[in-house]
C-alpha cells in the first residue's frame, strides 16, 4: 500500500486542521489504520488507531478529547480532525497501515505497522 499524508500546514494554537490519508489501501477496509507524529528532536510516537470497521478507536493521552480519526472506506481515506491545537501537537504527521484479520482489532505498536506514507507538517504557533 502506498500511503501519502496530506494537509500539512501552520495553524494558531486553538485552531483546528484536518489531515487526510488517501488511499488507505485497496480495499481500505483491509487495513487497520494509524496516525503516528515526530516532533523535532524527538522520536516518532503512536498518536490513534482505528479497526477496519472504524468502530475502535485508541488515542494516546496527550491528544484524547482534541483529536480524531475516522475512516471513509469508499472513498479510501483516513482523516486525523485535529482540534485545540497545542504548540507540542508541532509534528510531521505519518499515516500508516497494519494488516489484522479481525475487523474490530486496532493496532498501537508501530512495528506492526507494514505500509507507511510520508509524512506532513503540522506546525503549530502560540
Known amino acids: 500500500v502506498q500511503l501519502q499524508a496530506y494537509g500539512g500546514g501552520s495553524v494558531q494554537a486553538g485552531g483546528f486542521w484536518r489531515l487526510r490519508c488517501p488511499p488507505c489501501g485497496t480495499p481500505c477496509s483491509t487495513y487497520v489504520m494509524g496516525w503516528f507524529r515526530q516532533a523535532p528532536g524527538k522520536e516518532r510516537e503512536f498518536v490513534t488507531t482505528i479497526s477496519r470497521n472504524g468502530l475502535n478507536t485508541r488515542y494516546t493521552d496527550s491528544v484524547k478529547g482534541r483529536l480524531t480519526i475516522a475512516r471513509d472506506n469508499t472513498n479510501n481515506t483516513v482523516y486525523l480532525q485535529m482540534n485545540g491545537l497545542k504548540p507540542e501537537d508541532t509534528a510531521v504527521y505519518y499515516c500508516?497501515?497494519?494488516?489484522?484479520?479481525?475487523?474490530?482489532?486496532?493496532?498501537?505498536?508501530?512495528?506492526?505497522?507494514?505500509?507507511w506514507g510520508q509524512g506532513t507538517l503540522v506546525t503549530v504557533s502560540s
Open positions: 500508516a497501515a497494519a494488516f489484522t484479520a479481525y475487523s474490530t482489532f486496532y493496532v498501537i505498536n508501530e512495528y506492526e505497522y507494514r505500509d
